[in-house]
């Protein structure tokens, strides 16, 4: 009676939502991801006797979509034998909004339609795309009798529909780790796979490389031909055990070390495991002494703001004024370097990028354009990233030391540009860009040549799709970024968590005028500015007061 309970209390949450690489350098260390949840069990039935072609779909959406832990062999029941032999369901995921209920309805040819509301597309890697507002989902079921007398679907198309809570439940959102251009970081490339069998989909997705718009600006050190062993993956007391082929033998120590690196960091988002071993025919991976390798690169609290006008150093509830000579004219959006000494830039009448030194000296015009520029962005090898804000010329990228940098990306050659935002690591930028009614936020891989120096932005992804306006946004971890926009149907803007590849979630405790804001790691280091020239940390939840009057924060990057 209880197992009945459970079943049919899932069969209702089911329903509720379907109705129906180099040789030598530094390894460095890092912060194991956090942990995904724990998975949710589901026991779908099989068909009815005597259902109809609509019962028999509903009966199949719900086993599908519950189906993932058990192989979907009670959704092929709803199937005849040839369908139910050529179906693929894991080859898309459409996963649909548990806003408004699906409409299920026939067709002249007596076909029985789905209508619902789309919120994405998991494709067969597991990598999430956001569909477009308004976006609908149609799909149609042709059905026949078999010998017996019952509707069976005859023909259907591949893939799974889900509603957005059972794709929560189900789904483990977990990164791959690549390698930065220098394999000194880890480069996340964000995936959402079926908790049943995390350990081994994220080795395999890991094996096959790179998503396209990242693989051109990383690195991984496994060989190309590189396969999950004959022994797979063992897990024991926390220690997970994964078997490679003998291709992981024939590179050198160094890279071996890599590939522990990043075979162990990607594992590491599967509960229960706190350590990993690579092995080749059984015997372990001779790497020696390794240090986990970090995917986040940002250290320190230096907040540059303007105060009164005057770029200045905040630190512990008071602000100390840069010493420069002058101050330039019409100063505004300030960017921070990464070093212990970092470089401090702004923009001066929209046009310059403009040093702000410490040291009484004068301050010093890295660029100058005939036109407004984009708000500066520093990355961890010292590059200074802007570019015309209405689209008509190309990105740059400069030194402080004056070497310049134009950078190619083509599907940037027309879009009005708002900003540019240069992960930690330095191998992907989020790009916000305008249409007449739609924002967009596209995060793209960059590549670099052997000195560090940028050269090309590599088609992107759209991962805002939800946007009508977009006032700023910063990197807060490895994969996710904080944006300050509006969604449609919102009169006012609102602060959002946007992953690079996943659902966007709304960010609790708004700030009334916010008009721009900063981030170092993780939520509670949001400092925002508003339009009264308040700026307001996040602190546990709610935001606190730091200092007012002042504008333009900005923390490193």
């Known amino acids: 009676m209880k197992r009945l309970l459970f079943v049919l209390a899932a069969l209702a949450l089911v329903l509720a939502g379907c109705h129906s690489i180099p040789q030598s350098g530094p390894v460095n260390a890092t912060r194991p991801p956090s942990s995904a949840g724990s998975n949710v069990g589901l026991y779908p039935t099989g068909p009815a006797q005597g259902a109809s072609p609509e019962e028999i779909v509903r009966g199949f959406l719900t086993a599908s979509a519950a189906g993932v832990s058990e192989d979907f062999q009670v959704a092929r029941q709803y199937l005849s034998p040839r369908a139910a032999a050529g179906w693929v369901p894991l080859s898309q995921v459409r996963i649909y909004s548990d806003s408004r209920i699906p409409a299920i309805t026939r067709t002249e040819t007596g076909a029985v339609q789905v209508n619902l509301d789309s919120q994405a597309t998991l494709d067969a890697d597991g990598r999430y795309l956001p569909s477009p507002p308004a976006t609908a989902i149609s799909t149609e079921f042709s059905l026949a009798k078999n010998s017996e007398g019952e509707w069976r679907i005859v023909n259907l198309e591949d893939g799974l529909l889900v509603s957005s809570t059972l794709f929560s439940q189900q789904y483990s959102r977990a990164p791959l780790y690549f390698l930065s251009s220098d394999s000194r970081y880890l480069v996340a490339d964000l995936r959402w796979l079926p908790r049943a069998s995390l350990a081994t989909s994220l080795t395999k997705e890991l094996l096959a490389g790179p998503s396209p718009w990242l693989e051109k600006s990383v690195r991984t050190a496994l060989p190309a031909t590189t396969k999950l062993g004959d022994g797979g993956i063992i897990t024991d007391n926390g220690t997970a055990q994964v078997s490679l082929s003998p291709e992981a033998l024939t590179v050198d120590l160094y890279t071996r070390r890599l590939i522990q690196a990043q075979v162990s960091a990607t594992l590491q988002s599967v509960p229960g495991i706190k350590r990993v071993e690579v092995t080749v025919n059984g015997a372990p991976l001779d790497v020696g002494e390794v240090s986990d390798m970090e995917d986040y690169p940002y250290s320190g609290r230096n907040l540059l703001l303007e105060v009164g006008g005057v770029p200045s150093w905040y630190s512990e509830g008071a602000s100390y004024p840069l010493s420069m000579a002058a101050v330039p004219p019409q100063l505004s959006d300030l960017a921070l370097g990464y070093d212990a000494k970092p470089l401090a830039i702004g923009l001066s009448e929209a046009r310059r990028i403009v040093t702000l030194p410490n040291d009484g000296s004068d301050s010093v ?193």
């Open 365 to 557: 015009v890295l660029y100058e354009s005939a036109k407004e520029l984009i708000a500066p962005s520093v990355d961890r090898f010292g590059w200074v990233w802007s570019g015309p804000a209405d689209g008509s010329g190309p990105l740059i990228a400069l030194t402080r030391g004056g070497k310049l940098s134009k950078i190619e990306a083509s599907w940037l050659d027309s879009p009005t540009i708002s900003s540019i935002h240069i992960s930690r690591e330095g191998n992907r930028a989020v790009v916000v860009w305008h249409d007449k009614s739609t924002a967009h936020i596209a995060v793209a891989g960059i590549r670099r040549d052997e000195t560090g120096r940028p050269t090309k932005i590599d088609n992107p992804i759209d991962i805002g799709g939800d946007f009508e306006a977009v006032a700023d946004l910063a990197w807060i971890d490895a994969t996710t970024l904080v944006v300050l926009g509006r969604v449609p149907g919102a009169s006012d803007q609102g602060m959002y968590t946007v992953p690079i590849g996943g659902p966007i979630t709304t960010l609790p405790a708004e700030v009334a005028g916010a008009v721009s804001l900063t981030a170092g790691e993780g939520k509670d280091s949001i400092v925002v500015a508003t339009d009264e020239g308040v700026i307001l940390e996040r602190s546990g939840g709610a935001w606190q007061t730091l200092i007012t009057g002042a504008a333009d924060p900005a923390l490193a990057g």
